[in-house]
Structure formats: C-alpha cells, structure tokens
C-alpha cells in the first residue's frame, strides 16, 4: 500500500518538476492564417502539460471515479487477495490511483516529444450524435502543435505500457498479461466516457444553473 502511495507522489512531483517549468512567452506569427472561429487551442505548454497530468490524476473527478472502482473491486472481491473490508479498499484505490499517475505522466511526457497535446477539445458546434463520435473519436486521436489530428501515440504507449508495468507492482491475481490486457481496454473505454462527460457536461450544467436562475411565476402576485 505504502509502495503505491509512494508511486503516486513521484509521479506527480516529476510532473511538476518537468513540466511545470515558466512558459515561453507567446510568439506572434505574421504568417498564420488561424480565426478565432477554429477549435484548435493554444500549443500547449510545459505548465499545462503538468496541470493536465495532475488535475486527471487528483482532480475531483478522477477522485470520485476512484471511489467508485475501488468500492465495486470491493464489493466483488476483486483482487480476492485484499478482501472486503476497508483496508482493501483503500489498497484498491491507491492501486488504481498509481496506474492513472504513471499513464498521465507517461502521456504528458511523450506526447512532448512531438507536439501531441492530451486535452480534450470539444466539438460543440455539432449536434448530438456528431458530438458524440466525436468524444469517442478523440479517445484515440489528439492535436498537434499545429492543431491537425494525429494518432495519439503518446497515449497508446501510456495507457498499454503503464497497465503492463503495473504487473510488478500488483498482487498475484492481477499481474497477468491477460488482465493486463483487459486493463489496457478499461482505459480506453473510461478515456471515451471522460470525452463524453465533458463535451456535455457544460452544456447540462449551463441548463441547470439557468433553470434555476429564472423566476418562478408562481411567486409573483397578480396584481389587483
């Protein structure tokens, strides 16, 4: 346990120490024919790149979808190896907290090399069902410097190297290429519901915070 707590910090604070170095000052190209219509972000810089691997590490949804991993790991004994009271709980969570530091760090670290930026860029000029490929689309592609797609190669080789890394540190029953590979697939697929919760998410919470700002009729007193 202690072990897994440990990997977590080492994680996070290379993350800080690599990335989270003072940005460049902005360059202005003449030349760039970008409008302020197009969805492609900002290159991404070294403190952003610290800031994504942290926040989808210990940010509050990361968190809470730890909670919900490691409460059904327990509720089902599943590793058998930690059982079902608190202490494996709390051996699964940091567990699964030790794989999305090092898959984080490991994409953030890559994707460096060559320009891949790991934030999502949502698509909300499209409707429903084009947004939604596109949250699913972007599991598996990302942007470059330049704003064009690319295979998120970077994020292929965090998600597959960190899962089979972890054999080494997991217990017995889960330390096999073939959970191993099933962990790889879990990734992916929590990647796309990441996407998907926040291409809609805003929107959702922008509806709910305006239904709840506007007057209710029934309040008014009609007038005499």
Do not use: C
């Not at 998907?196 to 008014?220: N, Y």
């Amino acid at each position: 346990m202690s072990n897994s707590w440990f990997l977590v910090l080492s994680a996070l604070l290379y993350a800080a120490s690599v990335f989270g170095q003072s940005d460049p000052p902005p360059t202005t190209n003449a030349t760039s024919t970008n409008t302020s219509s197009s969805n492609a972000p900002e290159p991404i810089t070294p403190r952003e790149r610290a800031r994504w691997a942290i926040d989808n590490t210990v940010g509050p949804a990361s968190l809470a979808g730890g909670v919900v991993s490691a409460g059904w790991g327990t509720l089902f004994n599943t590793p058998r190896e930690y059982g079902t009271h608190w202490e494996g709980f709390g051996q699964r969570y940091g567990m699964r907290l030790t794989g999305i530091a090092t898959s984080n760090v490991m994409e953030a670290g890559l994707g460096a090399l060559w320009g891949e930026d790991p934030r999502y860029v949502r698509a909300s000029t499209e409707g429903f069902g084009g947004r939604l490929g596109h949250a699913m689309k972007m599991a598996f592609l990302a942007q470059n410097k330049d704003g064009h797609l690319m295979p998120a190669y970077a994020r292929f080789a965090a998600i597959s190297g960190s899962n089979y890394l972890s054999n080494s540190w997991r217990a017995d029953s889960e330390a096999t290429l073939s959970r191993a590979s099933v962990r790889v697939g879990l990734g992916f697929l929590g990647r796309i519901g990441g996407n998907i919760w926040e291409e809609f998410w805003p929107d959702v919470k922008q509806g709910l915070f305006h239904r709840s700002s506007q007057p209710d009729a029934a309040s008014f007193t009609r007038p005499h």
